[in-house]
């Protein structure tokens, strides 16, 4: 397919009474038809065939109720780097064929509920905002949703049920947040990764937080993600059943923790996983005598980067 960039150059001679949407910015946008050059970047509601918009280092501060009312074909939305600050309520109404969101790299604190809800979206990105709030709705019914990212925001805690109705993601960042310890026994992504399959790439990442304990409700029911990382955090304990529900993880990473030991239950959760992370961890000479032991009778190449020292430890 032959897309065709447009450039939209809002006239800043002439008072633009049209600019409720836009202001004075620069809007890209791609059809598969034939070119046309718009003088103000609210006439892209006038557009009714455009099927990617993409708005970059401009300012953007609000995203305004209905700002793609009118765009029935509108798949793709890139508003990247605009200082976005606020979404208001239903900035995406009538969108009826949205496949992908890219808000990264903005300034947002708070998404609200009424933006992305019911959407049919399939990624939705929101990288490099300042995000410390979800509202418990604000992702409610996205059920072709597979890709969400929230790296690098600061989120605490998610609320419960969060996933209503949103049950096909398969790739979920966290990472480089402000989790810690707060999380219940809820089980936070059971719902929300629950449809995963075997043949897909799945990520759960919540590497670069503050956790100190991932206790053993927390990751109950991650049956089928393939990579699993918690590496970069303050870990010191692991509940002896936290991994029981892995089934087919090939990657789980733990570097860069307060680990000591490993319960033998979750060295045994772990008996389904190629590539298990350990380095840069402080752990005692007894569990890494341990550890090289079960490699071997597991078959698993170990990559710790401490060895067993016998003459501590005699066995
Ligand atoms: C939608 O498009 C029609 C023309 O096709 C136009 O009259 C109307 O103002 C547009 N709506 C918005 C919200 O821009
Ligand atoms: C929704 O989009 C259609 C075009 O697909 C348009 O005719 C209709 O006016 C829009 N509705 C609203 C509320 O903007
Ligand atoms: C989602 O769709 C349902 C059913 O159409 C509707 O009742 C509900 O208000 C919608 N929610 C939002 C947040 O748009
Ligand atoms: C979920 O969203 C779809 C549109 O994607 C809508 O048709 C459906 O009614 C919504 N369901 C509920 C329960 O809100
Ligand atoms: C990380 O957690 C520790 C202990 O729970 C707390 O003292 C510290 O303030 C937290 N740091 C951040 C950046 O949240
Ligand atoms: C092993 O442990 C002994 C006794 O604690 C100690 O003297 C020795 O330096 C250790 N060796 C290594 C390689 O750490």
Redesign the pocket.
């Known amino acids: 397919m032959l897309f065709i960039s447009l450039i939209v150059i809002a006239c800043f001679c002439a008072p633009n009474t049209n600019s409720q949407y836009f202001d004075y910015i620069t809007i890209k946008i791609y059809r598969n038809d034939k070119p046309v050059t718009l003088l103000q970047a609210?006439t892209v509601?006038?557009e009714?065939e455009v099927t990617d918009v993409s708005i970059e280092f401009e300012k953007l501060p609000i995203l305004k109720t209905?700002t793609f009312?009118?765009l029935s074909y509108l798949r793709n939305v890139h508003i990247n780097s605009n200082n976005l600050e606020i979404l208001e309520p239903h900035s995406f109404r009538n969108v009826s064929n949205l496949r992908l969101i890219n808000l990264n790299f903005n300034r947002i604190k708070i998404v609200p509920e009424n933006v992305f809800a019911n959407l049919t979206v399939f990624k939705i990105s929101l990288r490099g905002n300042s995000i410390t709030t979800l509202h418990p709705n604000a992702f409610y019914n996205l059920s072709d949703l597979e890709v969400l990212d929230l790296n690098s925001n600061k989120i605490k805690e998610l609320p419960q049920d969060l996933f209503y109705l949103t049950n096909n993601i398969r790739q979920f960042d966290l990472g480089y947040n402000q989790f810690g310890n707060y999380f219940d026994d809820y089980k936070y992504f059971d719902e929300a990764l629950s449809n995963i399959q075997r043949y897909q790439d799945s990520l759960l990442d919540l590497s670069f937080n503050n956790f100190t304990e991932i206790n053993n409700n927390f990751l109950r029911g991650v049956q089928f993600v393939k990579e699993l990382l918690l590496n970069n955090n303050n870990i010191r304990r692991i509940g002896e059943m936290a991994l029981d529900d892995l089934r087919w993880a090939e990657t789980v990473d733990l570097e860069g923790n307060d680990l000591e030991e490993l319960d033998d239950k979750v060295l045994s959760a772990l008996q389904v996983v190629q590539n298990i992370n350990l380095q840069n961890n402080p752990w005692s000479n007894s569990f890494v005598c341990k550890y090289e032991r079960w490699c071997e009778k597991q078959e698993i190449v170990n990559t710790m980067d401490m060895a067993c020292n016998t003459s501590e430890y005699t066995y």
């Open positions: 609210d509601n006038n009714e209905g009312q009118n």
